[in-house]
């Protein structure tokens, strides 16, 4: 039903030159799958969609159009939208350049998960009304299908938009079950934490999707590739990896806005959200700040109070 | 040619027994859980039997006015890769082109692929990322040298042409008539199944005249330039050296990738691939283009599917081979 507005939305954008191209969602020829879909003439919507594996971030592509004159409609999640609007703050594109197209999410389906519980089932079986996930009629806990990033979601509605596509959510997951993708994680004991996370970084290959996939991961040089001076040794051995990971997740403290794309791009499985997810855990309660919100404060790395909290540093 | 059937508590034991020295790939996990026993058998990719993602080449050292180098020879045991057909093509028609053909052998590679005995495991149930045969293989691809397995109702049949390399033939019953027609029908259903066309001999060339064509900035624009296509591709075979250390240290060798902004960065500053454009037609044109020209029609890419299975933006290389393929058949109706 959604999909038929959109498109009829995207095409009177266009028609009406309200901007010049439409970045959005396209189906894929593969089941439970979508990816980022560039619009600039009518007839290219026809593939334009909006389901629960609409993954990507799409606030990423904005850096390609910095230092254009396009005008830009921009699919928007509400962890999306919180993305722009860093992107905002951080002067990297200007608000008159951009029109947001609202989107109101119940979360994303886990594409494994998906498969594992609900084998031959079809998208349709699921439905989310009176505050929960239901599958045929029968009421389910999200965790059974959701991405573990979308459990913890706070924002389900936009923070900014132009236009609002679909009734507003009235609340997230996470609202209602309370469910805390990093507690069995917090849970663990020092040594078993760094056990686990020694495993999980010897995993990586460094291929930097997860960076790539980010949308406010967007210097023009990545210290991980400075050859001058060196950080980081390109090798992927696990002291490195994590070097690389920590002073990542480091940069995105209090910008974070918990969308978890980084983790879905990653082509082995290592749950890589967890760890700035941790840190905005943190600034959350510390601070009583979320990133990308609103227009009007100031990120707490980028200020200095003096009665700045600092009891969490260890 | 040896062949024979073997149960699967044999096979599995066979497998058991070589421990550390029996490499299985993921593909091969998701298609048989059974044969995975232990994390550290399984690989991602063919390629960390042969070509690491990282590999120190020699230690160096500056005494006495003078660079001190010793070479360092890796220590290669003798082991088994048991993988895909696909997979092991990347081995064969790939990765040795390029790293065994004189006059520049690699040396690290050529040790660790002389002590590698290859198992193929017949693929019985290809994906729908899978396109094998249309770069000229197929679910059944084998090799002589190699240890042929294929899953059939009574155990795993085997066929090899080296019985002295894989000592478990020697345990295999021989084949009754029945269960000869039974292998043969199972082939016979798979191919019918799932073989395609191979692309046509003009392809290499139709894609090299492509090059300039308008498309590959339509068909890029999504790319996150991330590595995970090239780092977990089996035939994808470029690498990056390094010098770890000023005075004393070692020569690194490090897996790289042409979807790297930095890949083809001059010291200049130039860079002759500086947008996801020219980086996407490298990596398809590489494949499709020049590595066939040069390796008379041997495609740098086996079809197996892994960098659709994890592209982040759900990038389709076989999408785009075949989209830029009807092009090339337009422009000969013309």
């Known amino acids: 039903m959604f999909e038929s507005i959109l498109k009829e939305l995207a095409k009177k954008l266009l028609r ?6 439409v970045i959005g969602y396209g189906s894929s020829q593969y089941p439970f799958r979508t990816e980022p879909l560039l619009i600039n003439k009518e007839e290219q919507v026809a593939t334009l969609t909006w389901n629960p594996f609409c993954g990507n971030n799409l606030a990423r592509y904005l850096k390609y159009y910095k230092n254009t004159q396009h005008k830009i409609a921009l699919m928007v999640k509400g962890c999306d939208s919180r993305a722009v609007q860093v992107l905002l703050k951080e002067d990297q594109i200007k608000r008159e350049r951009l029109y947001l197209i609202g989107l109101p999410c119940s979360g994303l ?6 498969l594992k519980q609900f084998p031959q089932t079809s998208l349709e079986d699921f439905e989310w009304k009176e505050s929960g996930w239901f599958y045929q009629g029968k009421k389910i806990n999200p965790s059974l299908l959701l991405e573990e990033t979308c459990l913890r979601c706070r924002h389900p509605n936009p923070t900014e938009y132009d236009e609002l596509v679909g009734e507003p959510m009235t609340d997230s997951p996470y609202q209602v079950y309370q469910q805390d993708y990093l507690e069995p994680v917090d849970s663990l004991s020092a040594e078993e934490r760094w056990n686990r996370w020694s495993k999980e970084m010897s995993k990586c290959i ?23 001076p060196q950080w980081v040794s390109p090798a992927p051995i696990p002291s490195d990896n994590f070097l690389f990971h920590l002073v990542r997740t480091m940069h995105m403290a209090g910008r974070c806005v918990e969308c978890g794309a980084c983790e879905r791009a990653c082509p082995v499985s290592i749950p890589i959200a967890q760890l700035p997810l941790k840190v905005e ?14 227009q009007e404060s100031t990120a707490p790395l980028l200020t200095y109070q003096e009665n700045d909290p600092g009891d969490f540093i260890k | 040619m040896k062949s024979g059937k073997i149960t699967e508590t044999n096979l599995l034991q066979w497998i058991k027994t070589q421990q550390k020295n029996f490499l299985i790939t993921e593909k091969v996990v998701h298609h ?3 044969f995975f026993f232990d994390e550290s058998h399984e690989i991602k990719n063919v390629k960390e039997a042969l070509f690491l993602s990282w590999d120190k080449l020699f230690n160096y050292q500056w005494e006495n006015q003078q660079w001190q180098v010793e070479d360092i020879q890796p220590s290669v045991p003798s082991r088994f890769l048991m993988a895909l057909p696909c997979e092991i093509r990347a081995i064969y028609e790939v990765l040795d082109r390029v790293f065994l053909q004189l006059p520049e052998i690699e040396s690290a590679y050529s040790l660790r692929r002389q002590s590698l005995k290859i198992v193929i495991l017949g693929c019985i149930n290809p994906e729908p990322t899978c396109f094998c045969s249309r770069v000229g293989g197929n679910p059944l691809w084998s090799h002589p040298e190699a240890l042929f397995i294929l899953p059939f109702h009574d155990g795993y049949f085997l066929e090899t042409n080296k019985p002295e390399q894989f000592d478990i033939i020697e345990k295999a019953a021989s084949l009754n008539t029945t269960e000869r027609e039974e292998i043969d029908n199972l082939r ?3 191919e019918e ?4 066309e191979k692309l046509s001999a003009d392809v290499p060339q139709g894609l090299y005249d492509l090059f300039e064509d308008e498309e590959w900035e339509n068909l890029s624009w999504k790319c996150l330039n991330c590595g995970a296509c090239t780092y977990l591709c089996p035939t994808c075979q470029c ?3 390094n010098a770890e250390g000023r005075l004393k240290g070692f020569q690194l060798k490090t897996w790289d990738s042409c979807m790297f902004p930095k890949f083809t960065l001059h010291a200049s500053g130039h860079n002759p691939r500086p947008t996801f454009k020219e980086r996407v037609r490298q990596r398809v044109l590489h494949k499709f283009s020049y590595f066939p020209l040069r390796e008379e029609g041997h495609y740098g890419c086996v079809g197996c599917g892994k960098c659709i299975e994890i592209c982040p933006v759900n990038w389709n290389i076989r999408e785009v081979v075949e989209r830029m393929v009807k092009k090339i058949d337009n422009q000969h109706k013309k």
């Open chain 1, 16 to 21: 009406e030159k309200t901007v010049d191209l």
């Open chain 1, 109 to 114: 389906v886990n594409q494994e998960k998906l």
């Open chain 1, 206 to 228: 460094r291929c930097y999707a997860c960076r790539n996939s980010c949308p406010l991961c967007y210097c023009q040089e990545c210290f991980a590739e400075s050859t001058q």
């Open chain 1, 281 to 294: 855990a943190i600034i959350r309660e510390q601070f009583q700040f979320e990133a990308g919100t609103d």
């Open chain 2, 32 to 34: 048989q859980p059974d």
């Open chain 2, 188 to 190: 016979k259903q798979l």
């Open chain 2, 193 to 196: 199944k799932t073989i395609q």
């Open chain 2, 239 to 241: 690498f990056d050296i």
